[in-house]
């Protein structure tokens, strides 16, 4: 897995409730939706749903792992 860093934007508070909100009826964390956006702009695709899910598991794993500290 590639390493990751943080990046901070500025949005109006009403579109990020709405983001979020979105984001968490589709089963998604906004990160997540901004991370297929950046990709998708970029061209990058990810035609392997299996790819995606194991990117999920570890996403929610390191969660967890957290969580349990």
């Known amino acids: ?5 943080r990046l901070t934007i500025r949005i109006d508070e009403s ?3 709405q983001l979020q909100d979105k984001a968490r009826k589709e089963g998604k964390t906004a990160t997540d939706v901004m ?3 950046i ?5 990058i695709t990810k035609n392997d749903k299996v790819s ?9 794993e ?8």
């Open 1 to 5: 897995m590639a390493i990751e860093t």
């Open 52 to 60: 995606q899910l194991e990117e999920r598991v570890a996403r929610l």
């Open 15 to 17: 579109k990020r409730k």
């Open 39 to 43: 990709d998708s702009y970029l061209g």
């Open 35 to 37: 991370t297929e956006l």
């Open 62 to 69: 390191e969660r967890l792992g957290e969580s349990a500290a």
